[in-house]
């Protein structure tokens, strides 16, 4: 849903992945987003993606956190490290593989290991 028109316009990637910490009940879904260069992610546009999410699939299918982050880890084939990233922000402390191209980008998403709400403020 995200990754065609009108989305593309101001999105340049994106990566869906679910946390589940060792004291939650079930999973809470995280999407990220790595916006274009000279677009930010505004309340108006988390609303019209999460509108989108439910009309186009469903209300199960809708992120709890939609959020614009600067980077993905990726190997050096260019594959996005998503088992990463889910540990990560599930609480586990983890050691890059040394086919991550970008590992300092693996350690950016423990800050979002207690979020329980998005912010308001979009900036990174």
């Known amino acids: 849903i995200v990754e065609t028109e009108p989305f593309t316009n101001s999105i340049n990637n994106t990566l869906c992945v679910g946390r589940r910490r060792p004291q939650d009940s079930d999973e809470q ?3 990220f987003l790595i916006m274009k260069p000279g677009h930010t992610l505004t309340p108006q546009l988390r609303s019209d993606i999460k509108t989108a999410i439910r ?5 199960r299918h809708v992120p709890k956190f939609v959020l614009a982050v600067p980077d993905f880890p990726v190997t050096i084939n260019g594959k996005k490290v998503e088992i990463a990233i889910k540990q990560v922000i599930s609480g586990k ?3 890059p593989s040394a086919t991550v191209q970008n590992p300092e980008s693996v350690g950016w998403f423990k800050r979002y290991r207690e979020m329980e709400s998005e912010p308001r403020d979009t900036k990174l």
């Open 93 to 95: 402390d983890i050691t």
């Open 29 to 31: 879904v995280f999407l």
């Open 55 to 59: 009309n186009g699939l469903s209300a």
